[in-house]
C-alpha cells in the first residue's frame, strides 16, 4: 500500500466514525441477528430492510423460536422481501445450529459456510460483524472500492480482490492509529476492522459516482421482471400467503397469460424448493 492509500483508509475511518449511517443491525454483536440482517440485505436495499428485520426478530426473537417456529410462518413474516428462499435457509441455518452446534454458531469461515445460505461473504461477514475477527469481506462495495483504488479499470476476480483486502487489514491491525479511530459505535467498543468493514458500505454508496466498474459491451438486453419465472414465484406466494391454501384450478387461472407448460414447471421448482407444498389437488405453503 502507498502511502496515500494509506491515508484514504484512515480518512475513510474517521469519516464514518462521524457521518456513518446508524443501523439496528450494528447495534448488536449477536450471530443471529446479524445472520438475519445479512441474508436480507443480500438481495434488497437498506431501508426496505430496516422495518423488516425489526419485523422479524419480533415474530423470531431466537434462533431457538426461528428454528422452532412453523415454515409458513417464516415465509408469511418474509412478507414485502422477495428471494423467498432466503426465508427458508435462515430457518435451516437456525435449525443446524440447534442441532448441530448446540445453539452456538460456529467460528470459522469453513463451518459457517456449510450452513443453507452462506456463502463466503456472509461467512465473512458474521465472522466480522458478530465475532469481532480481523476478517476481510468483500461485497458489492467492498469490490468497488478495492478494485478502483488499487486496480483502476484493471479489472481483477475475486481471489485478487480478497488479496487485497487481507493487506489492507493488515494495515489497519498493525499501523493505524487507535487513538485517531477509537469508536464505541453500537454501545460496544470493536475493532478498527470491523468499522472499516462497516465503513466501506457507507463511503461507496455515498460516493458512487466515484465506484463504478468498466461498462461490459456485451450486455444482454434485460427482461422485463414482470416477465420472469420469479416475479411469477413471488405472486404466488403473496396469494397464499393472503389466502392459506387455494385450489390448482383457481390458481391457474390467476396467470392467464402464462402458457400451461410453464405454469407446470414453476409449480414444480416451488414444490422442489420447499416453498409450497399440494395436497387434494390444493396449494399452500409448507
Known sequence: ??????Q???DI???YHKDGRNLPWRKTRNPYRILVSEIMLQQTQVPRVIEKYKEFLRAFPTIQKLADAKTADVITVWKGLGYNRRALF????????????????PRTIAELKTLPGVGDYTARAVMSFAFDEPTPVLDTNHRKFYQKTFFGDDIKTDVGLLKKAEEVVAFLVAEAPSTQLSSTRGGSSCSQVYHWNQALMDWVSS???????PKNK????????????RYVRGRIVDILREEGKVGFVMLRRCFPEIADERFGAIIKKLEEDKLISQKNRSILLP
Open 207 to 213: 460516493n458512487s459516482e466515484k465506484y463504478t466498474f
Open 90 to 105: 435462515l430457518q435451516r441455518t437456525a435449525q443446524r445450529v440447534q442441532k448441530e452446534f448446540r445453539g452456538r454458531f
Open 1 to 6: 500500500m502507498t502511502k496515500k492509500q494509506k
Open 8 to 10: 484514504l483508509c484512515i
Open 13 to 15: 475511518l474517521t469519516w
Open 218 to 229: 456485451k450486455n444482454k438486453k434485460a427482461v422485463p421482471f414482470k416477465k420472469t419465472d
